[in-house]
């Protein structure tokens, strides 16, 4: 089974919401993401998004733009991503890991290459932000093969008609965007996300996590009332941000920032 | 010159006419690569684009404003003297930029600002980087009474002074991008990161033949007035259709738009002059299809994409803010695989030249990004006879890079 639908079940089980941490590879510099993988397990992660830097991330924010940047700066590859996975396998065979990114790093290394890497590395899951179900048609069935888990994105404007669609091709869970706009824009709308999560129910059993606006253990605990995961990105990231000329102490405060959020949503 | 590595002979031009396919595919390129949040949003598009784009009233409106607002047929002009001086091909130009603001960008806002209308949105959005398409849009914005913000890299800002000006007096607010090399490519992430945001509210007019399907469908139809324009004319004054066009490629609208009403003429033979910037050979330049750049998927659709081996998007150089990105539309990627189309680079130095040249010679003053395109004629022209033709796309005046080439001359105001 894949780890990430091992741990859905486990959480299942055990009736509690998973929190899933978003941080940008490489940022503040290559050598500290390992690191701050493991101190995220240690605060309570269930699943760990890890995001691939872009020149040009049209989907996010002020926030990860500069994460991006400062992991780019610092030369960091799809491919050392690979290796920082591996390295993380060493100590934990438990926890999934999602790649999070855009289509050109992939679609330049070649769909077949990145599917085989990620397998073998030990990445579980794949999200791509600039690639909807149609334009999967490709690397859905090399993803499938090495049981790697194609995640997508529903949004509060996409139709039931193409939402039945994503539920069809989803794997893994399904990805809710709490609001329109980019990543770490206004805080997000409880009942909003409830409301839209309510007909998705209805059309998959794929665990539905909610991303985009979780700032703190207050929202973290509102979403986790209504959805199977919470996603929290940019309020990690503003972290390194603040602290790239400490980096030592930027696994501390990210331990911190999820742990608040983890007693929030348990409680 | 750069012709196509992997030419395919057995594909007939015509083919080229069905183009794109209903998923917004043009072969391998095109398609809809973006972020859930703006799915649904270019499905609509796309929706009320294809229930009007054989509307005839609509196209009467088209016509009308083409005809009254934009100041539709330009001429096709016989640049005599400079054709004799070169000593070959005879060269006309389409003279695109005699439109209203200047360049054939106003065709496409037209277009744009009658969807917009039609959706109802009040506010639009665009991306610019000579600042053409931002003053095609906020001219529109202006006519149509719609909020108009255009998104412009900080670099461009300073480059293209006096078209921000413009923006700015039409009614329009110009936001300075200063993330990544600030220059168009992050002009357009930025509108996207915008539109993603107010998507209920606002229709974001793409000023090339590029982002998603179906904006390098409905980009490319707005324009083909040049080439219908310019076929009937090559008819009416030479008396057959010419033996080459040329145009210059950024995105490539102004290009599209004169090469496709003649993609199933095989006799015409079409020339697309990219930025070569300090040349290709250099590395520094804007030109994907002639240096034969990777694909790769950026702003929506899957093209030729000048990115490192890690898959980031490389940083350009070129003379002209408007050529001056690492994508190109995707319908060029398919017409440059197929052969349609020869891809080739002018740079920064025989461009100048250009511009100089003609400017002297006839009286016209070109946008640089149009002396791209005279720059190659400069080199056909003399490979031709006398009694051959040829039509190069004068896509935009020169007035808003005066400031540009007075630098390069050591001249400050
Ligand atoms: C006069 C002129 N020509 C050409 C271009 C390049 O755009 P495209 O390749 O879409 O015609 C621009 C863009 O700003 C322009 O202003």
Redesign the pocket.
């Known amino acids: 089974m894949n780890r990430i639908d091992q741990r859905f079940s486990e959480l299942k089980q055990q009736g509690r919401k998973a929190l899933i941490p978003y941080i940008t590879a490489g940022d503040p510099a290559p050598q500290y993401t390992v690191g701050f993988m493991h101190a995220l397990v240690e605060a309570g992660a269930d699943v760990i998004e890890l995001g691939v830097p872009f020149s040009d991330p049209m989907a996010d924010g002020p926030v990860i733009q500069k994460a991006c940047e400062r992991a780019l700066k610092q030369g960091t590859r799809l491919i050392d991503l690979m290796q920082m996975v591996k390295e993380f396998r060493q100590t934990d065979t438990t926890t999934p890991i999602v790649l999070m990114g855009y289509l050109n790093p992939i679609e330049r290394i070649g769909y077949e290459n990145f599917a085989d890497q990620a397998a073998s590395a030990g990445v579980d899951g794949v999200l791509i932000v600039d690639m909807p179900p149609e334009e999967a048609d490709e690397i859905g069935p090399l993803l499938k093969s090495r049981d790697l888990a194609a995640i997508f994105l529903v949004a509060p404007t996409t139709s039931n008609e193409r939402a039945a669609t994503i539920c069809a091709h989803g794997e893994g869970y399904l990805y809710y965007v709490s609001l329109k706009g980019v990543t770490g824009a206004a805080t997000l709308n409880a009942d909003d996300v409830a409301e839209h999560l309510a007909p998705l129910r209805g059309m998959t059993d794929l665990p539905l996590c909610v991303g985009f606006g979780i700032r703190d253990g207050a929202t973290a605990a509102e979403v986790a009332k209504v959805a199977d995961g919470v996603i929290v990105g940019s309020a990690l990231v503003n972290r390194i941000a603040e602290s790239q000329d400490a980096p030592e102490t930027i696994a501390g405060q990210l331990k911190s920032v999820l742990a608040e959020m983890r007693t929030a949503m348990d409680a | 010159m750069t012709v196509s590595a992997t030419p395919a002979p057995k594909t007939k031009f015509s083919d080229l006419t069905r183009m794109p396919d209903a998923r917004g595919h043009f072969g391998p390129y095109g398609g809809r690569f973006v972020s859930e949040t703006l799915s649904f949003a270019l499905e609509e598009l796309e929706k009320t684009y294809l229930s009007l784009r054989d509307d005839p009233d609509f196209q009467a409106e088209f016509d009308y404003d083409l005809a009254h607002y934009v100041g539709r047929p330009s001429p096709l002009y016989h640049a005599k003297r400079w054709s004799a001086s070169l000593g070959g091909a005879q060269i006309w130009l389409k003279r ?2 005699l439109n209203h603001t ?4 106003v065709n496409n806002t037209i277009g744009q600002a009658l969807l917009a209308k039609k959706t109802g949105k009040p506010r639009i959005i665009a991306e ?6 931002g003053v095609a849009s906020a001219t529109v914005a202006a006519r149509l009474g719609l909020e108009c913000d255009v998104y412009m890299g900080a670099e461009d800002v300073q480059r293209q002074k006096l078209n921000v000006y413009r923006m700015r007096l039409l009614g329009a607010r110009v936001i300075p991008v200063e993330s990544g090399t600030r220059t ?1 490519k992050d002009a357009m992430n930025e509108a996207l990161r915008d539109w993603v945001t107010n998507v209920d509210n606002t229709f974001y007019i793409i ?4 982002g998603p399907h179906p904006y390098p469908l409905l ?1 490319r139809d707005f ?1 083909a007035v040049v080439g219908r324009e310019a076929r009937r004319q090559s008819l009416e004054q030479i008396g057959r259709l010419p033996d080459a066009l040329i ?11 004169l090469f496709y009403p003649f993609v199933e003429d095989d006799d015409v033979a079409m020339y697309g002059v990219e930025a070569g910037g300090d040349g290709v050979e250099t590395g520094r330049h804007a030109a994907p299809l002639a240096s034969n750049a990777p694909r790769g998927v950026l702003h929506g659709n899957r093209t030729y994409l000048m990115s490192d081996e890690a898959g980031q998007v490389s940083d350009t150089h070129s003379i ?4 001056d ?1 690492p994508g ?2 995707p319908e060029h990627a398919l017409w440059k695989d197929v052969g349609r189309v020869s891809y080739v680079a002018a740079n920064d130095k025989e461009v100048l030249e250009a511009f100089r040249e003609l400017t002297r010679m006839e009286g016209i003053m ?5 002396a791209h395109a005279l720059a190659h004629a400069k080199v056909l022209a003399p490979t031709m006879r006398p009694d051959q033709h040829i039509v190069v ?1 004068l ?3 020169g007035d ?1 890079d005066i400031m540009t080439v007075a630098k390069i001359d050591g001249i400050e105001f």
Do not use: F
């Not at chain 2, 610019?128 to 398409?133: F, I, N, Y």
């Not at chain 2, 000023?207 to 590029?210: D, E, K, L």
């Not at chain 2, 002209?320 to 050529?323: I, K, P, V």
């Not at chain 2, 070109?366 to 149009?370: D, G, H, V, W």
């Open positions: 695109e930029d200047g360049a054939h960008k610019t980087g000579a600042g053409q398409h168009l000023g090339t033949v590029a980009v324009n145009a210059c490629v950024g995105g490539g609208s102004n290009a599209l738009g002209s803010a408007g050529l990105y190109v539309g070109p946008a640089l990004e149009s796309n896509s935009g005046r808003k």
